[in-house]
């Protein structure tokens, strides 16, 4: 994409109505734009993120075994009312009225739908295991939305409902998202901690929450050291084996929101570390909760009607963004991890209208864009103090740097965004650096 | 993935409540549910379909300059009293109040929306041409919702919009959509076929429909027989190419609905052909109707003010779904294109349990999953008439169909679901024609 027709609004001043760094640096670089409070256009650049990072947790999902389906936002109320959360919920739901004067919502959540579709088509414990996810587009009326995409209104999340005969196989559905979870976050570059949770309006037995570290984060954390140097990648099993030991091992070591912590606990471990941490994901256990009153019941080996044990898992994705964003940034700008970067090389042309300068990045540009490499091309007519500052603030992880001076050397500059290391190279060799 | 733990809930009787062939057929196919009137979820077998279309419009749109963001589905009901457009709109426009008593809507199109964005951002006629587009949830209450996703109240659509400072360049823009929508629906195969149309509430001076031969069409068509041989992706030339020619072709030759039709008009052709047809596109040129009352202005060469000439451009992305199927299809169930299919081979184990059958498809199915094929095999425990049943009613491009006898003569079978044609192949010859 050259950058000359790219659909880019970024901002030079900081604006003033946001207080979170995430914030600030979306909308100074031109990701998002408020519509109405607590509901954000993504432009360009945002939309290229988000779908990154929504490309990652269905990856993960499908690999757990779970299948994609794709619920619509408006429900019904009639469906709350069968598991006794539509008074529940309160002024968070938004409720509609439509012109036949049936009372509509849009959903936040999806236990109640995906429970009556399980019920309808899911007659045999034959066809269980199974897991359903969507990717969705979700409401909640916050009081006082703000921080952004962060505690937005109108936001996306994926949300996954396992359905199992029993507790045992509810178990080991609850420990493939455990699992796909973590992958997820670590794809993400992210260091994503589980704490055991409070299960809250959803209900239920086990619930962990997914916490990543980030100087800026919104809660304060407690944590064993180990949980630093842990590669969970490495360590991750295959989805299929027994996930027992992996759940156990990463169950045990400990980790505590600082409601939860507390420091005279004997089993509270010497080497703690004390960071900041947002929650970008949730899972629960809840038995049956919700196939109890919605009668989601199969048939079981012996013929007679079993309710099915479930459990829900939500990551929210366009969250995400925002807290990558606090992971991740200095006081230049936003710096990308390359799995979700919107593009992976940006090209700063030093002189447009140089001719071999121009030539040069041409020729780059199109040897990139042909082995499938992301290039954000900055073809701009600006002066280079502006294009350095606007690379380093839409935080792209490489900078391919071209003009006449290192042209004469037969040279272009290659800086990484994430350490500032610069390297001067030939042509050839960054394009070879940029394309294995 | 295997049919044994696919998420496939297939119905063997008609549903009752199914008027038309396509809303039957998704039923039947497991492709969705209802889950209030007018309103669906997706499962997965349509929800795979549903990406597919998706991702061919999308690419058609960056194709043609187009640059993809996304906006919200509620809106604020100010931006639409800016254009004057919250009252015109009457009860399809779904009205919402929320916690704070503001007046929002879930948006029907987002022409206020993104002229907001676009006045907010662009300030010189430097940064134009700009067309933006999302792929994005929709919502018009129609009193009576019928004949499934193809009037349904929530609703997926692509909608472009185009900003240009003058009618010459938002010429060019119309003619950029224009060919991008014969491509799209060509590509789909689809026979798509533009008509001269009015603009109704979007307004505007210049429009066009696209409606899609259908035997089971919504509505009567005439046009000159030529159109039946014409091939839009031969045809068509490069987006930065003068379109002028192949606009001008394209727009010449007769098509009418059966409401604007005059058999009697002489410049009605003799080689005339009737049929049915359904609309899955339509694009507008409406100049300033929408930067006028919202003074989307940019400045011009002189430094003046330009309010910009718009254009909008919509493709119905789910009705398109149920509009494929009612152009292609036959008794025994759904043909799907190749371009779009959910997956392209359904592989048919005639005997499970038999070592050397299961052996073949266990190696086939690794073989063509290897190879990025997908693959639907039903390893169920069924009747091969059943399975039979099935893979037509789901209408995958290839049905490769392996049993013991076949085997024993070192042969599969290959059945081409369009045509019925089958023939007899090694299992290497099989696995080479369908990875090829």
Same mark, same amino acid.
């Given at each position: ?10 901002? &030079?001043?900081?604006?003033?109505? =946001? ?40 990856? @993960? ?10 619920? $619509? ?34 959903? $936040? ?23 359903? #996810?969507?990717?969705?587009? &979700? ?6 939305? /703000? ?13 996954? #409902? ?5 507790? =045992?196989?509810?178990?080991?559905? #609850? ?26 309006? %959803? ?5 962990? @929450?997914?916490? %990543?570290?980030? @100087? ?24 299929? *084996? ?35 941490? %947002? ?10 909760? #919700? ?9 079981? $080996? ?32 936003? !710096?990308?991890? *390359? ?19 121009? /030539? ?33 603030? !839409? ?26 290391? /610069? ?6 060799? =960054?394009?070879?650096?940029? !394309?294995?």
């Amino acid at each position: 994409m050259r950058m000359s027709a790219f659909f880019l609004p970024t901002l &030079k001043e900081t604006p003033t109505e =946001a207080q979170i760094v995430s914030h600030r640096l979306m909308l100074r670089a031109g990701m998002i734009r408020q519509t109405s409070a607590g509901i954000y256009s993504w432009l360009p650049l945002g939309w290229r993120v988000l779908r990154r990072i929504e490309q990652i947790v269905r990856e @993960e999902q499908d690999a757990a075994g779970a299948q994609e389906v794709l619920m $619509p936002t408006i429900q019904s109320a009639d469906l709350w009312r069968e598991s006794g959360r539509y008074d529940d919920y309160g002024k968070e739901m938004l409720r509609i009225t439509d012109r036949h004067e049936r009372e509509m919502l849009y959903g $936040p959540t999806n236990e109640e739908m995906i429970t009556d579709i399980f019920r309808t088509f899911v007659k045999s414990y034959r066809q269980l295991p199974l897991n359903l #996810y969507h990717i969705q587009w &979700k409401f909640r009326d916050e009081i006082r939305p /703000r921080f952004g995409v962060m505690r937005g209104r109108e936001f996306l999340m994926k949300d996954a #409902y396992s359905f199992d005969i029993d507790a =045992a196989g509810a178990k080991r559905s #609850y420990q493939a998202m455990f699992l796909a979870y973590l992958r997820t976050f670590a794809r993400m570059g992210l260091k994503a901690i589980p704490m055991r949770a409070d299960t809250g309006p %959803i209900g239920g037995d086990l619930s962990h @929450e997914f916490i %990543i570290l980030a @100087e800026t984060g919104e809660s304060g954390v407690f944590c064993d050291k180990q949980w630093l140097d842990l590669d969970v990648l490495a360590e991750a099993p295959n989805h299929g *084996d027994d996930l027992q030991a992996f759940f156990d091992r990463f169950t045990s070591i400990y980790a505590a929101t600082d409601e939860k912590h507390d420091a005279d606990d004997p089993s509270t471990p010497k080497d703690l570390v004390s960071a900041r941490g %947002i929650e970008v994901g949730h899972i629960f256990y809840f038995g049956t909760k #919700y196939s109890k009153p919605m009668n989601a019941a199969v048939a079981g $080996p012996d013929g007679e009607p079993v309710l099915v044990e479930m459990g829900s898992y939500g990551i929210g994705v366009s969250r995400l963004v925002a807290a990558i964003i606090e992971a991740s940034h200095d006081e230049n700008g936003i !710096i990308w991890p *390359d799995a979700v970067a919107p593009f992976k090389v940006g090209l700063i042309n030093l002189k447009p209208g140089d001719a071999e300068t121009d /030539r040069v990045c041409g020729d780059l540009y199109a040897g990139l864009g042909a082995s499938g490499v992301d290039v954000l091309y900055d073809d701009r007519d600006e002066r280079p103090g502006v294009k350095f500052a606007d690379m380093d603030l !839409i935080g792209l992880p490489w900078h391919l740097v071209v003009g006449p001076r290192g042209l004469k050397n037969g040279t272009v500059e290659l800086k990484r965004r994430a350490t500032g290391a /610069r390297e001067e190279l030939s042509v050839e060799a =960054a394009l070879a650096k940029l !394309i294995a």
